[in-house]
């Protein structure tokens, strides 16, 4: 019986209503939380990986010798290498594709790459315009290594104490 | 005032054929553009408010691109939906198709003619003026409906139904609530409804009314198919009710009229309740003062806007009803309150409790 009359009284004052008014009210001069995207980012981990790219040496040298471990590797095939004999008898890359619809961004090659010439860059917020688009070659990602490289040097020296 | 009279003199004198017929419509011409216009940049800005607010309380910004911090979202929206194609479903009556977005705006707009905004000024003085509005009010439902019937199409017609029977259930409750306030003031003129709170917060009607104030703004929300009561298009429910088949301008038109219906709602509590363009101050040895140079017109706005702002409070806060719940809440909870209260109305009346009667 008092239960009941409680519980009619709750809902003819209207008091749960009320208290999820106040909630609202409250919420409404808090701070936001919303990151304004491209003018704010979230902070990114150095162990971020996003669009792939090529290093170089600072002589100038590319860093890849072919040795196609990160084709071999690659879970998804999205590697594709043909390789040469250069003048100087070096062993150097003539094609280096990543389909990018095909990469699943696990970092593999990154990974089996005993000269550290590929990398994954904090990069992400890249699109293409045609389909071709989607396949990085060698040119295309020794210019993201070289426009990038103290971003990727800076974050491969902040992981390397922890692999 | 004396300036609306001496502009109304001009046009009188400047054309004076057909004994000034032709003046007077002009005049009327003229009062329902300084009303509509205006009236439609409320409602446009109301798009912005409802998102930037409901934004807020669930910790976003809201629109902030468009302009600076987004004042030009609703000219963009705007913009978008003028430019949109119409698309006529093959099976639809594509007559009565174009005509349900017509009547639904029309009398969203014509219910404002009997609406004073401030003492003397309104587009006309009707002497059954809240019954003009609750006439008026509830055609606009057969806009919904005929919408939801001309669509041919299973969704907007569960919408249709829906709506026909909210409108049944909660005119009869909106229709009793007013029925109080009518009993106090003695006249179902807004203007003298107005008139009779004249005197400060004291004599406003929602003291001795409280219980009606809340059951009418409930019942508004249901009007205007708002949130937690928006069972009508209930997107998680039926897609979107009466509006699945609509784009473009005959969308936009709906949501016009949504608008429009929900900020006359407001501006009806304020009348009904809150003493209209009456000063809050009013009878405050001081404050009276103070305040004597704010017109009445700034009042009303102010309080239409608290009670415009407490629509998308509630739409922020409260999950939707079930239909049949709401349902129940018409006739076993609201409708036997108004009863109980038009008697407690009857015997204050009789007892002649100060200071409303």
Known sequence: ?163 | MELWQAFVQMVHTLIPWLDGTVANILIILIKAIVLVMPLMLVVAYFTYAERKVIGYMQLRIGPNRVGPKGWLQPIADALKLMTKEIIFPTKANIYLFLLAPVLAITPAIAVWAVIPFDEGIYVTNLDISLLYVLAIGSIGVYGIILAGWASNSKYPLLGALRSASLLVSYEIVIGFALVTVVMIAGSVNLNTIVQAQQGGIAHWYFIPLFPMMIIFFISALVETNRAPFDVVEGESEIVGGTHIEYSGMTFAVFFLAEYANMILMATLAVVMFFGGWHSPFEGIPYLQAVFAWVPGIIWLLAKTSFFMFLYLWVRATFPRFRYDQIMHLSWKVFLPITIIWIFVVALMTQFQLAPWF
């Open chain 1, 1 to 163: 019986m008092i239960k009941k009359l409680s519980k009619l009284v709750k809902s003819f004052t209207l008091s749960e209503l009320r208290t999820g008014l106040k909630i609202t009210a409250k919420e409404l001069v808090n701070k936001k939380i919303t990151v304004q995207f491209p003018e704010e980012r979230t902070p990114i981990s150095p162990r971020f990986r996003g669009l792939h790219a090529l290093r170089r040496y600072p002589n100038g040298e590319e860093r890849c010798i072919a040795c196609k471990l990160c084709e071999a590797v690659c879970p998804a095939n999205a590697i594709t290498i043909e390789s040469e004999m250069r003048d100087d008898g070096t062993r150097r890359t003539t094609m280096y594709d990543i389909d990018l619809f095909k990469c699943i961004f696990c970092g593999f090659c990154e990974e089996a790459c005993p000269v550290d010439a590929i990398v994954e860059t904090q990069i992400f917020d890249y699109a293409f315009e045609s389909r071709q688009g989607s396949i990085m070659t060698k040119k295309r990602l020794l210019e993201v290594g070289s426009e990038n490289t103290q971003v990727i040097n800076q974050t491969k020296f902040e992981d390397a104490k922890y692999k």
